[in-house]
């Protein structure tokens, strides 16, 4: 069983940064495929980064060169750094975590809003 908990969400203008942090808990940590995920209103989940436990990372098209995940096993944590957000980046992002058998943990989510 994991836990986790998103943190770093808010309101912020067109062309700013926000950095997204989810911190997990109650399992091994390192052996689990992290991603963030993101869901607009009327549309579907979908993804926007992943990274493995080796460090390979995959991103979504509309984001490719301006956001960039990142994990730290020794901290439990994995981070989503966005840059040059657009109106179209406002969604509720989610934290997942993927085991080994593909069982899916999911974070509580917290709102980005890209707004002028």
């Known amino acids: 069983q994991v836990q986790l908990v998103e943190s770093g969400g808010g309101l912020v203008q067109p062309g700013g940064s926000l950095r997204l942090s989810c911190a997990a808990s109650g399992s091994i940590f390192s052996t689990y495929t992290m991603g963030w995920y993101r869901q607009a209103p009327g549309k579907q989940r979908e993804l926007v980064a992943s990274i493995t436990r080796g460090g390979t990372t995959n991103y979504a098209d509309s984001v490719k060169g301006r956001f960039t995940i990142s994990r730290d096993n020794a901290k439990n944590t994995v981070n989503l750094q966005m840059n040059s957000l657009k109106p179209e980046d406002t969604a509720v992002y989610y934290c997942?975590?993927?085991?080994?058998?593909?069982?899916?943990?999911w974070g509580q989510g917290t709102q980005v809003t890209v707004s002028s």
């Open positions: 997942n975590a993927k085991n080994v058998r593909s069982v899916n943990y």
